[in-house]
Each structure stands twice: as structure tokens, then as C-alpha cells.
């Protein structure tokens, strides 16, 4: 439980984190072109920095 005592919001909010790196998973692991998975690690990282916030 966070300090706000507002544990569901926590939970959605790792659920989204979770959601967001199995989806760069699969996207990565669909291709073996180093340039397409450096961006797809790029573009994940700041999709999991914004759910982080």
C-alpha cells in the first residue's frame, strides 16, 4: 500500500507498466533488424517512463 493508502491506483498503474513492456516484448522479439529493435526499445523506455509517473 502507498502512503495515500490508494493501493487500486497503484495495482493500474503497474498493471499499465506490465502491459506496456509484454507489448515491446513481442514487438521486439518480431523482428532481427538491430536498427527496428533499437527503436522499439527506445520508443518502450519512454512509454514505461510516462506510466511510472
Known amino acids: 500500500m502507498n502512503e495515500t493508502g490508494e493501493p487500486r491506483q497503484e495495482v ?3 498493471r499499465e507498466r506490465i502491459s506496456a513492456l509484454s507489448a515491446a516484448i513481442l514487438r521486439i522479439s518480431a523482428s532481427l533488424d538491430v536498427t527496428t529493435v533499437l527503436q522499439e526499445v ?12
Do not use: D, Q, V, W
Not at 527506445?42 to 509517473?53: D, K, L, V, Y
Open 12 to 14: 493500474e498503474a503497474l
Open 42 to 53: 527506445s520508443t518502450a523506455a519512454g512509454i514505461c517512463a510516462r506510466a511510472a509517473e
